[in-house]
C-alpha cells in the first residue's frame, strides 16, 4: 500500500529493489541484485527514489552504478548523494556549443570534428577497433583536464579489467573513473549502468568542468531492458522491444549537452551486424545524437587503423566551431577523397595513367600513411593541420613510404618536445585564414617542416 513508482525497497535479507510497476494488489518490483528471493521474505518501503553518491574522491576508481567500488579498493568515502533519474535541462540553461573537442585521431578531428557539449554516436561491427578509438579520445581530453567517465554496460570483467589498467599505464586516473557492470550482474543494476554514470558526470558539471562520457554500449543496454520488460509481460513491439524503448534512451541522451556552467560530451555506443546502419535501436540512437562516426569493417580487414569510414560518418556540431582554416581544410580533404577514390579505378594501368591521375595516387596513398595511426597514439590538431599543408605543398612528393612515414613522426616529435617549434608552427597557423594560405607559405618556407628533416 502506497507505494510509489520507482521507489526503492528493501528485503529483509538485505536485497535492494526499485519499483517498476503498481497493479490493484500488486506492486512489480525490479530486483538490482542476482541473489534469489524466498516466498514469504518480508519487503519494507524507504519512501525514496533511487539515489546515487557523488563527489570528487570518485575520480582513479571504478565501481557498479550503485558506487559500490569493484577495483579492490577502499570503501569511497565524502560523498553525498543525487538522485539518479533527473528531467533534462531545458533550453534556458543550455547554450551553443563553442569550443571544439580535440579527440587526438588525425581522421576525426581534421573531417569528423567534434564540439565539447556534443552527443557523437560512435557506431560500427565487434572487433573494428571503437574501443582503442575512445581510449585514445579519453587520453587526450584526460590529459587536457576534462573528467572523463567510462560506463561499461553488461561487458565481461576482463574488459573492465583493461579499460582501469589503461587509465593506470597512462597516467591518467586522476582524471579518469569507470562506472561498470559485468554481464554476470543483475538485469536491474545493468540497466542502471548509464543513469548512474550520467548523474555522476552532473556532479561535475555542475562545478562548471568540462566532462566526457563514454557509454559503452547502448545496444546492450537496450537487450537488457527488453529483457526487463519482457519479464514484466509489457506488450512488445519491432524486434520484440518495448514501446518506450525509444523515450528511455533519448531522456538519458538528452541531458548531455553544452550548459552555461561546464559541458557534458557524451559519445554513446552502437553496435552494428555486418556494416548494417538500419537497425532498430542503431537509428533510434542516431536519431537522438548530433552525428555518428562509423567504424567500417571491410576497411578495417582491409589494414585501416582506425577504421573510420569519413564518407558515411557525420557531425552536425563539430564544423561551427573550427577555424576558417580547419573548415576549409575539411572541405578540401573530402574532396579529395572522393577523387581519389575514383582515381582508385585507374590504379591497374600503372604508368599508362596520366600524370594527373598518378599524382592523386600517390597524394592518396601518402594521406592514407597520414590517417594510419596506432592505438594509444595521440596527435595534435595543429600538428595534423601542419602535416597535411606539407602533403599538399608537395615537399614530400617522391620517396618510398618509409621515409615519408618516418618524417611524419619526425615532425609529431619535434611538435610535442620542441617548445620553441611548437610556438613557431601554432603562429603560422594562426595567421593563415585559408588553406591554400598555409601551403604557399610552406612551398616559400619550407623549414617548418625541414626543422624535422634535420634532426
Not at 490493484?24 to 518480508?42: A, F, I, M, P, Y
Not at 587509465?167 to 557492470?181: P, Q
Not at 546492450?220 to 523515450?247: M, N, Q, V, W
Not at 613522426?409 to 618536445?417: G, H
Amino acid at each position: 500500500p502506497q507505494a510509489k513508482p520507482s521507489e526503492v525497497v528493501m528485503f529483509e535479507s538485505g536485497e535492494i529493489g526499485q519499483v517498476l510497476s503498481l497493479g490493484e494488489d500488486l506492486v512489480e518490483v525490479l530486483l538490482l541484485t542476482r541473489s534469489e528471493l524466498r516466498v514469504g521474505t518480508k519487503v519494507v518501503r524507504t519512501d525514496e527514489l533511487l539515489q546515487v553518491p557523488v563527489g570528487e574522491s570518485l575520480l582513479g576508481r571504478a565501481f557498479d552504478p550503485l558506487v559500490k567500488p569493484i577495483d579492490d579498493g577502499r570503501l569511497i568515502g565524502g560523498l553525498k548523494v543525487s538522485p539518479i533519474d533527473t528531467q533534462p535541462h531545458g533550453i534556458i540553461g543550455r547554450k551553443q556549443v563553442s569550443e571544439s573537442l580535440e579527440t587526438g585521431v588525425t581522421i576525426v578531428d581534421l573531417i569528423i570534428p567534434l564540439a565539447k557539449g556534443q552527443r557523437e554516436l560512435v557506431i560500427g561491427d565487434r572487433k573494428t577497433g571503437k574501443t582503442g578509438f575512445l581510449l585514445q579520445v579519453m587520453l587526450t581530453q584526460a590529459r587536457m583536464g576534462t573528467v572523463c567517465i567510462y560506463c561499461v554496460i553488461g561487458q565481461r570483467l576482463i574488459d573492465i579489467k583493461n579499460r582501469f589498467e589503461f587509465m593506470e599505464e597512462m597516467g591518467i586516473k586522476k582524471n579518469c573513473l569507470i562506472v561498470a557492470t559485468s554481464s554476470s550482474d543483475a538485469p536491474g543494476l545493468i540497466f542502471l549502468t548509464p543513469y548512474s554514470a550520467m548523474t555522476i558526470a552532473e556532479f561535475f558539471r555542475d562545478q562548471g568542468k568540462d566532462v566526457l562520457l563514454i557509454l559503452d554500449d547502448m545496444t546492450t543496454h537496450a537487450r537488457y531492458y527488453r529483457e526487463i520488460s519482457l519479464l514484466a509481460k509489457r506488450f512488445p513491439g519491432r524486434s520484440s522491444y518495448p514501446g518506450d524503448i525509444f523515450y528511455t534512451q533519448a531522456k538519458l541522451i538528452e541531458r548531455a549537452g553544452n550548459y552555461k556552467k561546464g559541458s557534458i560530451t557524451c559519445l554513446p555506443v552502437a553496435e552494428a551486424v555486418l556494416g548494417d546502419l538500419s537497425g532498430y535501436i542503431q537509428t533510434n540512437l542516431m536519431s537522438m545524437t548530433d552525428g555518428h562516426i562509423f567504424f567500417d569493417i571491410d576497411l578495417y580487414n582491409q589494414g585501416r587503423r582506425p577504421a573510420v569510414n569519413p564518407f558515411l560518418s557525420v557531425t552536425r556540431s563539430g564544423h561551427q566551431v573550427q577555424t576558417f582554416l580547419q573548415q576549409d581544410l575539411g572541405r578540401k580533404l573530402t574532396s579529395f577523397l572522393v577523387e581519389y577514390e575514383k582515381m582508385k579505378e585507374f590504379m591497374h594501368f600503372g604508368a599508362e595513367a596520366g600524370e594527373t591521375v598518378q599524382n592523386v595516387i600517390e597524394l592518396g596513398r601518402k594521406l592514407d600513411i597520414f590517417f594510419n595511426q596506432p592505438l594509444g597514439k595521440t596527435i595534435p590538431v595543429n600538428a595534423n593541420i601542419l602535416l597535411a599543408g606539407g602533403l599538399w605543398s608537395g615537399v614530400w612528393r617522391g620517396g618510398d613510404d618509409e621515409d615519408f612515414k618516418r618524417k611524419i613522426e619526425e615532425v609529431i616529435l619535434n611538435y610535442e618536445t620542441n617548445k620553441g617549434y611548437k610556438t613557431k608552427v601554432d603562429e603560422l597557423i594562426k595567421s593563415c585564414n585559408k588553406f591554400t594560405d598555409l601551403v604557399n607559405s610552406l612551398r616559400m618556407d619550407s623549414e617548418v617542416l625541414g626543422v624535422a628533416q634535420k634532426i
